[in-house]
């Protein structure tokens, strides 16, 4: 059973030390269905993103005027995820 866990740990720790993500800050513009959302960067960039599957577990609710952290694929910065909600 350890050698099970420290192989998932392994394996976490590999997705979370990838550098081809971007991580921004924004705001949440507009709340489209099928949990999609319009973000406003800070840098002026609009996203359109979906939540990540640790907020749909915990049934974290994202509303307009949301502060959040996305991650954007550097190939492709019109889509996104959301991973974060800040506690304001």
């Not at 507009?30 to 973000?39: C, E, H, I, K, Y």
């Not at 939540?51 to 049934?59: D, F, I, Q």
């Not at 492709?76 to 959301?82: P, Q």
Request: net charge positive; with cysteine.
């Amino acid at each position: 059973m350890a050698k099970n866990n420290e192989r998932v740990n392994q394996q976490y720790a590999l997705q979370n030390d990838r550098e081809d993500r971007l991580e921004l800050q924004g705001i949440v513009d507009d709340a489209l269905p099928s949990t999609l959302f319009q973000v406003k960067c800070d840098n002026g960039l609009m996203v359109l993103c979906t939540l990540a599957g640790k907020l749909r577990m915990n049934r974290i609710r994202i509303l307009p005027g949301d502060h959040v952290t996305i991650e954007v694929s550097p190939y492709d910065t019109s889509r996104g995820r959301i991973t974060w909600r800040a506690k304001s």
